[in-house]
């Protein structure tokens, strides 16, 4: 199993793109928004994904159903804010 850190805004894919899971880990209150973009647009309306964490639940895990998990069929753009971000590719 490939997993990719994010540390930083990233474009994840310009193509068609799959996500199997996601871990978010931080001392504090974060978040991380998904965007269906081959671009860093942000556009409003694009983001198909936020995760965050809180103060009193500072890990945050998710894993999708499926064999691939979440479709992006344009693009993954991640806005990043804070923390330790782990990506499973689908």
């Given at each position: 199993?490939?997993?990719?850190?994010?540390?930083a805004?990233?474009?994840l894919?310009?193509?068609?793109?799959?996500i199997?899971?996601?871990y978010?880990?931080?001392?504090e209150?974060?978040?991380?928004?998904?965007?269906?973009?081959?671009?860093?647009?942000?556009?409003?309306?694009a983001?198909?994904?936020?995760?965050?964490?809180?103060a009193?639940?500072?890990?945050?895990?998710?894993?999708?159903?499926?064999?691939?998990g979440?479709?992006?069929?344009v693009?993954?753009?991640?806005?990043?804010?804070?923390?330790?971000?782990?990506i499973i590719?689908?």
């Amino acid at each position: 199993m490939n997993m990719i850190r994010i540390a930083a805004d990233t474009q994840l894919a310009t193509t068609t793109y799959f996500i199997k899971a996601i871990y978010l880990d931080h001392s504090e209150a974060t978040s991380a928004i998904f965007y269906n973009e081959a671009d860093s647009s942000k556009t409003e309306g694009a983001d198909l994904l936020t995760i965050h964490n809180s103060a009193s639940e500072l890990t945050k895990c998710v894993v999708f159903p499926g064999i691939r998990g979440v479709r992006f069929p344009v693009g993954c753009y991640i806005d990043y804010t804070a923390g330790t971000l782990y990506i499973i590719p689908g």
